[in-house]
């Protein structure tokens, strides 16, 4: 008798849900607009609804359903309550229980970072490894780090913060969580726009990056394949920092293989090249030999980690 899962991405803008059989195969996915209006009162309501209009469709029976795994953009702690998930308007919000008594189904939540890293494990990249860091480039630097199988989430949930470790503390400029010097200021998108255009203040030589009014980390990067020196520049800072970061973090948690996704990794072998040349120069030897590899599932590795995550 096959079983079933859903696997329910929230986001900031939509809620990606994908129905599952429990060996790993996606059978359908779809989006529903994630609405933001009286605090995000309505999104687990919404889901709820999507997912009962699945079952009605397939004409499957929730006996035969696994449950729903839930990820979203935020801490979630042991019992399943989200604290602050700014991006949809949550406050405080138990999701477990929330969503388990709108569909009569098991629910497990987990931070969107970290699952996207059990779906990379599960059936992405990292497929085979039980040691994993999973680092996101895209708006901000997102993280994952999985030991021997198991998301380290923290006592508060917020394990795994890869983008708010503090790389330069001599940082004026005041990151969006508060603080100053954080991974996210260079490495996200928006971060290499910013090394790029502080480069630029600086540079005296003619730079292709000077034509492009609306300069942004694929432009960067596009010019850097092209040989531009300047744009190589900025690509060698930004992955030096990141690198070290990595480093840094290997040291604690010795992984098998990092995998890079994200907006930013689609500019694909320049900088896995550039990142594991850093991250090599700076490591602990013992983690010198930690393979790099690109996300292989793109927006659907968190569908995919909820599921893992449920199943575990």
């Known amino acids: 008798m096959k079983k079933y899962a859903f696997g329910v991405d929230v986001g900031g803008t939509t809620c990606k849900i994908g129905f599952f059989e429990t060996d790993g195969k996606l059978i ?55 604290h602050r998930c700014v991006n949809v308007g949550w406050g405080v919000v138990n999701v477990e229980k929330e969503l388990g ?17 059990l779906g990379e ?10 040691d994993v860091i999973m680092v996101t480039l895209g708006t901000g630097v997102g993280g994952g780090i999985i030991v021997d199988g198991k998301v380290v989430a923290g006592f508060d949930g917020a394990g795994g913060e890869i983008g708010h470790i503090t790389v330069n503390a001599h940082e004026k400029e005041q990151c969006n969580c508060g603080q100053y010097g954080c991974l996210e200021q260079y490495a996200s998108a928006t971060g290499v726009v910013r090394v ?37 520049e900025v690509v060698d800072e930004v992955c030096g920092i990141l690198g070290a970061a990595l480093s840094n973090i290997a040291c604690v948690v010795n992984p098998e293989v990092i995998v890079i996704g994200g907006g930013v990794s689609k500019a694909g072998d320049i900088l896995t090249d550039a990142v594991k040349k850093h991250f090599v120069a700076t490591s602990f030897h013992a983690c010198a030999n930690t393979k790099f590899v690109l996300a292989g599932l793109g927006n659907d590795a968190g569908m995919y980690g909820c599921v893992e995550m449920l199943l575990d």
């Not at 929730?62 to 801490?75: F, K």
């Open 101 to 117: 008594d709108l569909t009569g189904l098991k629910v497990k939540a987990g931070n969107d970072a970290n699952v996207a890293a």
């Open 121 to 130: 494990m599960w059936q992405g990249a990292a497929k085979g490894c039980r």
């Open 28 to 82: 359908d996915k779809w989006e529903i607009k994630t609405n933001k209006e009286n605090g995000g009162a309505s999104i687990l309501s919404d889901v709820a609804q999507a997912i009962e209009g699945k079952l009605t469709e397939k004409g499957i029976s929730r006996n035969d359903v696994q449950g729903i795994g839930v990820g979203v953009p935020g801490p979630v702690k042991n019992d399943g309550v989200v």
């Open 196 to 232: 790029a255009k502080r480069t630029l203040e600086k540079a005296s030589e003619d730079t292709a990056l000077r034509k492009h009014a609306d300069l942004t980390a694929k432009d960067v990067f596009d010019e850097a394949k092209a040989g531009d020196k300047v744009a190589l």
